[in-house]
């Protein structure tokens, strides 16, 4: 067992951040908060309903993931943003959120380093940008989507560190 004996309330509005060491149980636990991982005993309430009586589909959707290894399509900053499986059309888009997305996650410098501006192809998995940059992209992704939730599941652990302080400036901002 890699988790046991765990008793755990998450407020509402609040931000937690769950330390330990490689294999004492950080994923486990993510994956039993998002219902993706059955427990053997024991039971996980949402807000007073026991999860078996939870539309899972509905759960997840209002949870938004940025991993360590940021998932970065072939296209614009833009497309990258705004790609989800509720993704809207171009007259759908909130132009507004987006550039405030773009601003909370400083990515508005790379966007202004450019005359293409949103535009800005970042090639397939994000080879014109930095490791900081694909993963502040990630975050504005999630950040567009509007998620009751974030989860951040050690976005800094494979980056530089200046670009880490960046993330963690990005984070405290996200407070």
């Known amino acids: 067992k890699v988790l046991d004996g765990i008793n755990l ?3 509402c509005k609040k931000t937690l951040g769950i330390i330990g060491e490689s294999g004492s149980g950080k994923s486990t636990l993510l ?3 998002t219902l993706i991982q059955p427990i053997d005993s024991g039971s996980i309430s949402i807000d007073g309903t026991n999860c078996n009586s939870i539309d899972v589909r509905s759960w997840r959707n209002q949870i938004g993931l940025v991993s360590q290894e940021p998932v970065i399509f072939d296209g614009t900053i833009k497309d990258n943003i705004l790609m989800s499986p509720d993704q809207k059309t171009v007259d759908q888009v909130d132009y507004e959120r987006l550039l405030y997305v773009c601003e909370l996650t400083e990515l508005t410098q790379v966007i202004n380093k450019t005359e293409l501006g949103l ?3 970042v090639g397939e998995g994000g080879v014109n940008l930095s490791g900081g940059q694909r993963q502040r992209l990630n975050i504005a992704r999630e950040l567009y989507r509007e998620k009751e939730i974030l989860i951040l ?12 302080q960046i993330i963690i400036k990005v984070i405290n901002n996200l407070k």
């Open 119 to 121: 535009d800005y192809l």
């Open 31 to 33: 994956s039993v908060l």
């Open 153 to 164: 599941d050690e976005p800094t652990s494979s980056l530089d560190n200046e670009s880490e």
């Open 9 to 11: 309330a998450i407020e």
